[in-house]
């Protein structure tokens, strides 16, 4: 079997350099792509979070609790405001005195009253989504992963058949447009549906962008565009969410903030070229030669009068190979791709649940929720920075390992934390915060790293969709937080430690090329301790073994 395929990508694009004009270009222009991506995921800490209140006076339909709240304040009580905001005490007939059973309450029977000390309008104010409605907050949240969910499954499919670059600015319209339309939600019902196809667009283009940047930049300039890029832009959207939600307090006008800014990448059209290892890949060599004449126009260095020869686009084409589509079957169908797969799968959905919990938990912190959203922006900011300065200096397992067991252990140290002491506890979910930070950035990387060429939008989606199935479940968690604050912190910390327990079984790729074929997949560490006679008895573990030795993975 031939040596070359899409490993020389590398070597044939190499005259382009790692730094010139073009890839400084897409980088930039990719990584700010990102920031919507940032703020969509986290935007229902303020769209969804629910303002203090109480029950609506009874002696009229008119909301009479507001200008009770405007004359005597918001806090100060009403005759008939009960002891919870769940229910009030019954009035005598002429509504002004409590009955002659002083301490008899009834069900809220004609509504809310809102504080409006924070927000203007959220979606649980507009539809009182409080009481025996307030399951519909998580669950719309839920909805919104669903969706993400749903998008992670279909993205990698699509973005094989009809290019990273048609996909990548599709979704990007999607999740722009389905923003402005849920802006004109005349119900719950209508919101949650809309939230569900944000999802989809939001997650899809963020994986898009993560592929295309990857297949057109070298080695170095891939990791530093992954982790510093690509992270950063998710992070500075994140980090400018609660500046647009402090200026803003209501949730219609909140989210036309969020989507407008989707609008100006529409013209990068021009500027962004398709992945020419997509191209090749397809068999159109003269569109991938063009793309990449154009970056040596842009760096201003000198193009090979002929690219791709074609004995390199032969291989680079897959042409040997009887099998030339490949399915989700295929990671299940050699020993080693099974595991790994099996093995993110878990890591993913872990890491995923409790970077969302510790993220959507902003708004349940003791003190100002617009700060505390920035600090845990701030937060994953600094945790991309130092990442991307580690990333070569530590086994890929041993520094998912010990960011994540930091994070479980961060989290599981709140249970001895007194109950009067709140802002302790804040300071350990935020430090715990940074662990699964640099986690949930820096797997992208170890799994792209991972998985071969052939397969490895659709390895990167099946995990992408698990990490959805844990975002998922994270807004039930926090609602669990209502009956037990702890709760939440003790799952959170005991899922991370599992996962970093899983991680020290992965392979290590560091100074490692990427893998193209299936059969170049690496095994997991357990295999490392097995002798050369104990592999022979494996085909697809020997041989793996011997071609990722000789130049395999990035």
């Not at 990068?268 to 040596?296: D, F, M, N, Y």
């Not at 295929?330 to 959905?349: A, C, P, S």
């Amino acid at each position: 079997m031939s040596n070359g395929k899409i490993r020389d990508f590398d070597e044939i694009t190499s005259f382009l350099g790692d730094y010139g004009l073009f890839q400084i270009l897409i980088m930039v222009l990719l990584s700010v792509s990102t920031m919507p991506a940032g703020y969509m995921g986290v935007i229902v800490v303020f769209v969804s979070d629910t303002p203090e209140h109480y029950c609506r006076s009874p002696n009229s339909s008119s909301r009479n609790g507001t200008e009770w709240e405007q004359e005597n304040g918001f806090h100060d009580r009403g005759s008939w405001m009960g002891p919870g905001s769940c229910s009030r005490y019954k009035l005598n007939e002429n509504w002004t005195e409590k009955a002659a059973g002083f301490n008899d309450t009834e069900q809220c029977l004609d509504g809310w009253v809102f504080s409006t000390d924070k927000y203007t309008a959220t979606i649980v104010s507009e539809w009182d989504l409080v009481c025996d409605n307030a399951w519909k907050v998580p669950f719309s949240t839920s909805f919104y992963f669903v969706g993400a969910l749903i998008g992670s499954f279909i993205s990698g499919h699509l973005s094989d058949r009809f290019g990273r670059k048609p996909v990548f600015f599709f979704t990007m319209i999607l999740q722009t447009v389905t923003a402005l339309i849920q802006v004109t939600s005349v119900s719950w019902v209508m919101f949650t549906i809309l939230n569900c196809l944000r999802g989809l667009g939001q997650i899809s283009n963020f994986i898009a962008s993560l592929v295309l940047g990857s297949e057109m930049l070298s080695k170095s300039a891939r990791v530093t565009y992954i982790l510093l890029g690509h992270s950063l832009g998710f992070g500075f959207g994140y980090a400018l969410l609660p500046v647009f939600a402090y200026f803003i307090r209501g949730w219609r006008m909140l989210l036309v903030a969020a989507a407008l800014p989707g609008f100006l990448f529409i013209p990068t059209w021009c500027l962004i070229p398709e992945s020419p290892r997509w191209l090749l890949q397809k068999g159109r060599v003269e569109e991938a030669e063009l793309v990449i004449r154009k970056a040596a126009k842009w760096n201003r260095v000198p193009a090979p009068e002929v690219i791709f020869r074609a004995g390199d686009c032969l291989e680079l084409m897959n042409k040997d190979e009887e099998e030339q589509t490949y399915t989700y079957m295929d990671l299940m169908r050699t020993h080693n791709i099974r595991n790994i797969t099996i093995l993110g799968v878990f890591i993913w959905i872990s890491v995923a649940m409790v970077y969302y919990g510790l993220s959507l938990n902003s708004s349940n912190l003791h003190g100002n929720i617009y700060l505390n959203c920035f600090i845990s922006a701030a937060i994953d900011i600094v945790v991309y920075v130092a990442t991307w300065l580690l990333i070569d200096r530590a086994p890929r397992p041993t520094l998912i390992f010990t960011t994540l067991m930091f994070c479980g252990i961060m989290l599981l140290v709140i249970k001895l934390v007194p109950e009067d002491m709140p802002i302790m506890v804040q300071v350990l979910a935020l430090v715990g915060k940074t662990g699964v930070s640099a986690a949930y950035c820096f797997i992208y990387l170890f799994f792209t790293e991972l998985m071969p060429t052939v397969v490895r939008n659709m390895g990167l989606g099946i995990c992408a969709t698990a990490a959805r199935i844990g975002a998922i479940i994270c807004p039930y968690l926090l609602y669990m937080g209502l009956y037990s604050k702890i709760l939440p912190y003790i799952i959170f910390g005991t899922a991370s430690i599992m996962a970093a327990a899983v991680s020290m079984l992965l392979p290590d790729t560091r100074n490692s090329k990427l893998p193209d074929l299936l059969i170049q997949t690496k095994h997991i560490r357990r295999f490392s301790c097995c002798s050369k006679e104990a592999l022979s008895t494996r085909p697809d573990a020997t041989e793996g073994f011997k071609e990722v030795n000789q130049s395999a993975i990035y």
